[in-house]
């Protein structure tokens, strides 16, 4: 019998990840944490170096935001850096891509292609692209640029749900296509999920959902199916969040959106709405608001929910609609939003605002757009904002946090008798926390994960995480 020491609590689980990307990060292009904009050249010169001359670079991470000069880079850059191949590099937020002139010419775009719907392709002083596609834009080059294979794309999948594991987190929701769906089934059937995954597919898939009738909760409490997820707006850090102002990017029109919530309802599957921007918002709020004839686990959510105007936080309740937020955002994104959204700050990031007015909390991290520890996550919402002196009225308890982290995401899925809490007929899911540290993972009543014991700290399990 295995003996673990700390203070045991309910599974950690993190309500909204995107295990594809953490996954490619394996085996892409890695420009997370470069300085500057020399830096991330450097790197791509570095990965381009031994490759053949027409060789795809492929990549992500790349943060402006954190460079000496926040200024979008263009395609002239890369070109000369990459040694004229075409390139594909994500931003950190992924509602932007940094592309060659080569990735141009072959998805055939230039200075007479229009922006597609939902999507901006930045122009440059005499009106060529600029190697900046927002949004929708993004989609022409992502359908061209090679893909892993299968085989690589388990491998690297299963480092990352190793990761995963070795921050106390046993169950996930993730937000993927699938291509990761298909990952995912491989790995179950050999065995080789080491934690429980929740899939929400993308709006591009409703139809094959209705087609053959799967329905929210389909599986097993290993991998299930949920909800659809759908963009309303882009991101802060890319621009493109959908604000009451009338800035930003509007991904799904509202008759779309209202078709969308439609069809769920019929096919009993859940929605996930991505909305940042407080219009985004309140647009989802809208179209979660007529009456329907639910079925018992209809449990709409907001996805992100970074902006939303005070005239909107009742009615989440009203609606029915989960918060699901990722308190870490607000560490990273304080300057941008100070910056881009001075009047709105204050209500921005607002999980303790939205409590009060009875909205239930999900929390996750959004990873990889920032780091998948729920610890972390939890400081976010409650320790951070106060010892930042960053509106403090925002935070929530850490009681709170924890439920956000555990039960109330459990119920954001329908697994709310199986999930987030220690209890008798419950999965035997739990964190160990010692000393602050995650120590140990258990699912299903088996060790995933846990701390090697340290000659100087036997007692606490301390060692190298």
């Not at 834009?137 to 061209?144: F, K």
């Not at 520890?373 to 960053?390: C, E, H, Q, V």
């Amino acid at each position: 019998m295995v003996r673990l020491r700390g203070a045991s609590w309910p599974g950690l689980i993190d309500g909204h990840i995107h295990l594809e990307e953490l996954a490619e990060r394996h085996l892409t292009l890695d420009l997370t944490g470069a300085r500057s904009l020399e830096d991330a050249l450097a790197r791509v010169t570095r990965w381009a170096a031994p490759l053949p001359k027409n060789a795809w670079v492929v990549g992500s991470g790349w943060y402006n935001d954190q460079w000496p000069d926040p200024a979008f880079p263009s395609r002239r850059q890369l070109d000369e850096a990459a040694g004229g191949r075409p390139v594909y590099l994500r931003r950190k937020d992924a509602h932007s891509a940094w592309v060659s002139s080569a990735a141009l010419r072959l998805a055939g775009i230039d200075r007479d292609s229009q922006d597609p719907p939902g999507g901006v392709i930045d122009r440059d002083d005499q009106g060529e692209p600029s190697g900046i596609l927002r949004e929708t834009a993004r989609n022409v080059i992502a359908a061209i640029a090679p893909s892993p294979s299968e085989a690589d794309l388990d491998t690297a999948m299963a480092r990352a749900l190793a990761a995963l594991s070795r921050f106390g987190l046993t169950a996930v929701h993730s937000m993927d296509t699938a291509r990761g769906f298909g990952s995912f089934q491989r790995l179950h059937a050999r065995g080789k999920l080491p934690l429980r995954i929740t899939y929400n597919l993308p709006l591009a898939d409703l139809h094959h959902a209705e087609r053959i009738g799967v329905r929210s909760g389909w599986g097993d409490p290993w991998l299930r199916i949920w909800g659809v997820k759908a963009f309303l707006d882009g991101s802060l850090g890319s621009r493109t969040a959908e604000m009451l102002d009338g800035s930003g990017t509007v991904r799904l029109q509202q008759e779309d959106l209202l078709d969308m919530v439609d069809r769920c309802v019929r096919a009993e599957l859940n929605v996930c709405l991505h909305a940042i921007g407080d219009g985004a918002v309140r647009r989802a709020l809208d179209a979660l608001a007529p009456p329907r004839r639910a079925w018992r686990f209809w449990r709409p959510r907001i996805e992100h929910a970074q902006c939303v105007d005070p005239k909107d936080m009742r009615r989440f309740a009203r609606v029915g609609a989960i918060a699901s937020m990722q308190p870490i955002h607000a560490v990273a994104d304080r300057e941008l939003a100070e910056k881009y959204w001075p009047k709105v700050s204050g209500h921005a990031y607002a999980w303790g605002a939205l409590e009060r007015a009875g909205a239930r909390l999900a929390f996750g991290s959004d990873a990889p757009v920032e780091t998948a520890d729920p610890l972390l996550g939890i400081d976010a919402a409650t320790a951070w904002r106060r010892t930042a002196k960053w509106h403090p009225d925002l935070a929530v308890s850490r009681a709170s946090a924890l439920r956000a982290y555990t039960s109330d995401a459990a119920y954001a899925v329908g697994m709310e008798h199986d999930l987030g809490a220690l209890r008798e007929g419950m999965l035997c899911d739990l964190t160990v926390v010692d000393d602050g540290r995650v120590v140990a993972t258990v699912v299903s009543g088996r060790v995933s994960w846990r701390r090697k014991p340290s000659a100087a700290s036997p007692r606490s399990g301390a060692g190298a995480r």
